[in-house]
């Protein structure tokens, strides 16, 4: 399902389109098959399911909605464990390659071309939201939260999965984070980046009174630990760093009926 176009998307939405399509993808759909075939792992340093569990176990019958899918591993892990999942990517280029694993395992679910800050999707549609590294990364928290809530059922549970807040502050605009603070926490938002890039990076307590503001319980915050010798395919932080100081957070928050 394609969008409405690159025209009507916000600045950085369209920014960030280009910039995946151009450039990032690529790296992205080659892991994609490795991924599609490996059971469920998460963030940088591929952790275990087992030791990090961002899934429900049981996930029969339950509507999922991924918040900027890349090329949807983590919709293919809902789908063979009996959820019913819809990804949506603002990147044609990694929907193709999602689109091209779907057919190579027999594992179809839709995915729709579009920005996780408006879904087409009617108000209550899914148990569980999840981003990995997705919207969590790439959309502004004020729009994608509140469509989060909205696409939510009560009840309903939001798991995210994002850079941590003390990497994101020791991390130069290229190079690995070092040990000396970059960036000022106070204000912390928007990241523009060299390649015309832009993410967002809420520090916690706006980010909690973001989740509260939207009608979100919080119930866990989890700081990220690699295994002893975790191997990564990502350079933007290394082992030894990610063993004294967390490199990635888990979010979870549920969705209080307001009635």
Not at 37 to 64: C, E, M, N, R
Request: hydrophobic share 40%; proline share 7%.
């Amino acid at each position: 399902m394609a969008d409405r176009g690159a025209d009507e998307l916000p600045e950085h939405a369209r920014r960030n389109r280009e910039v995946w399509d151009s450039e990032l993808s690529a790296g992205f759909a080659a892991r994609a098959r490795k991924q599609w075939a490996a059971d469920p792992h998460w963030g940088i340093w591929a952790v275990p399911q087992t030791d990090l569990p961002l899934l429900p176990s049981d996930l029969a019958g339950k509507d999922v909605v991924e918040l900027g899918c890349g090329t949807a591993y983590v919709s293919s892990w809902i789908a063979r464990s009996g959820g019913q999942p819809v990804g949506i990517d603002n990147s044609e280029r990694q929907l193709a390659a999602a689109r091209a694993m779907q057919n190579e395992f027999n594992v179809h679910f839709p995915l729709l071309h579009g920005n996780a800050e408006q879904v087409p999707y009617p108000d209550s549609s899914f148990d569980l939201a999840i981003s990995e590294h997705g919207a969590a990364a790439w959309c502004d928290p004020y729009r994608w939260i509140p469509e989060a809530a909205r696409l939510l059922r009560p009840g309903g549970e939001l798991v995210f999965l994002r850079s941590s807040e003390l990497l994101v502050l020791c991390m130069p605009d290229e190079g690995r984070a070092d040990r000396v603070l970059r960036r000022p926490q106070f204000g912390l938002s928007r990241i523009e980046h060299s390649n015309g890039a832009i993410t967002f990076h809420l520090p916690h307590g706006p980010m909690i009174q973001l989740l509260r503001q939207c009608g979100f319980v919080i119930e866990d915050l989890q700081e990220v630990r690699p295994a002893q010798n975790a191997p990564t395919d990502f350079d933007y932080v290394d082992l030894d760093w990610a063993h004294q100081w967390p490199s990635e957070e888990v979010w979870k928050a549920r969705r209080i009926d307001a009635g």
